[in-house]
């Protein structure tokens, strides 16, 4: 069903480290108990949400009230501008190992999480030095002192037409790009509903290809940045997302012709095999393995969708089409309301056109191997020029996202 427009030469890069001043100062509290907490210059315009903004602390209650705490402040005080505040990260003396060692905590997401914080600070210019380098491991304090972590209002967010601060809550989510990062919360729909959305192929195989001039289309790119939208829209009504392949360097993309790369990794971090069976074994292995957990913890409602483009010979258009493993019902209802959703969409943006979208039984690895139920989509045909339309413009790509939002959510 891969069918291939071009040949491509696989090539392996290690990149080195890149070093970078950092536009804070460094300068830590001193303390009889270690870690120390780290402190910063407020800059021109800062408020108190925007600073723990800047640095990722403004995910809870818990990170604002060690803020105020530390500083000796009120919520209501305002900052001064060139003046140097402590915030609630903990600076840890990184041992050189790991970081479950470093900070004595075995939790393997958590030490993931604290990872991606410190990478995203470094790229920010926040940090002068990759903690590896610098050998300073900066911990949110919510990471290791916050057991309940509720989502503060940000009233310096947006303000109404009364001037009245708007207080919608929100997430900040580096993986979706700069852009997109900012996750406004409109509700709690979706609260203890968990979702796992991956996205084909990925780091060594780029799946389905095909060429537009100079330009190369690559299944894997298109798919994930499908992926990315369906996870945004899913967040923003409180729902637990896992994006199980990631590329933290792509974020959600608006061109036209996105940039096939091999960068992509597990949820975990770890390399794409080049082999096909152990990269599907790898990520039904990540999802299994969440799924217990989330088991563990009284989780009931649990969903896999596994997102493709598919390559058909150039003059076969294909409308969205939907995969179920045969005798799993719930999966079945699944396909069954993605593909009705799309066809009343179709009746209402392509009138005339009609909609083709299928819904068919295959034991294809990632429905068979999956504990949770698993729905396979798959968005185009990526050699048919109609199709193009559907892949190239991001206004297509959020509308197949949201298209699948509300197939999604009227089957629970």
């Not at 203890?192 to 289309?217: E, M």
């Not at 790898?282 to 393995?289: K, L």
């Not at 596994?306 to 493993?325: A, G, M, N, P």
């Amino acid at each position: 069903m891969r069918k291939l427009c071009t040949h491509f030469l696989l090539v392996l890069f290690i990149a080195a480290p890149i070093l970078s001043k950092s536009a804070d100062s460094d300068q830590l509290l001193v303390s009889s108990g270690d870690p120390a907490f780290q402190k910063v210059e407020a800059k021109k315009g800062d408020g108190i949400y925007s600073l723990l903004r800047r640095y990722k602390l403004n995910n809870g209650s818990c990170n604002m009230n060690k803020f105020l705490e530390l500083n000796k402040l009120g919520p209501n005080e305002s900052l001064v501008q060139g003046n140097n505040y402590f915030i609630p990260v903990m600076v840890f003396d990184y041992n050189g190992n790991s970081i479950r060692s470093t900070i004595g905590d075995t939790d393997m997401e958590k030490a993931l999480r604290i990872k991606s914080y410190n990478e995203y600070l470094h790229a920010q210019n926040l940090m002068n030095a990759s903690y590896t380098v610098s050998k300073s491991l900066w911990v949110p304090y919510h990471e290791i002192n916050c057991t309940d972590i509720s989502l503060v209002k940000d009233p310096e967010k947006t303000e109404n037409t009364k001037g009245n601060a708007d207080s919608k809550l929100s997430r900040y989510v580096p993986l979706f790009g700069d852009s997109y990062a900012s996750v406004p919360i409109e509700d709690e729909s979706l609260k203890n509903r968990v979702f796992y959305l991956v996205a084909g192929h990925g780091g060594p195989d780029p799946g389905a290809q095909c060429t537009i001039g100079s330009n190369t289309l690559c299944e894997d790119e298109y798919a994930y940045d499908v992926t990315l939208r369906l996870a945004r829209n899913l967040m923003q009504h409180s729902a637990i997302v896992h994006v199980i392949v990631q590329d933290p360097n792509d974020g959600i993309r608006d061109a036209k012709y996105l940039d096939c790369d091999k960068d992509e990794t597990t949820i975990n971090k770890k390399q794409l095999p080049l082999n096909q069976k152990k990269r599907l074994q790898q990520r039904t292995d990540d999802i299994n393995r969440l799924y217990a957990n989330h088991k563990r913890q009284g989780v009931l409602s649990q969903t896999v969708i596994s997102i493709h483009v598919d390559s058909r010979s150039q003059s076969k258009r294909q409308d969205v089409y939907f995969y179920h493993l045969k005798g799993s019902k719930s999966g079945k209802k699944i396909a069954n309301n993605l593909q009705k959703t799309f066809e009343k969409k179709y009746q209402i943006f392509q009138k005339g056109r009609g909609y083709k979208g299928t819904v068919k039984d295959r034991g294809l690895y990632i429905l068979r191997n999956t504990h949770p139920t698993a729905v396979f989509v798959e968005l185009a045909n990526i050699r048919n020029t109609s199709d193009h339309k559907r892949l190239l413009l991001n206004t297509n790509r959020q509308a197949l996202a949201n298209w699948l939002f509300e197939g999604l959510i009227t089957s629970l």
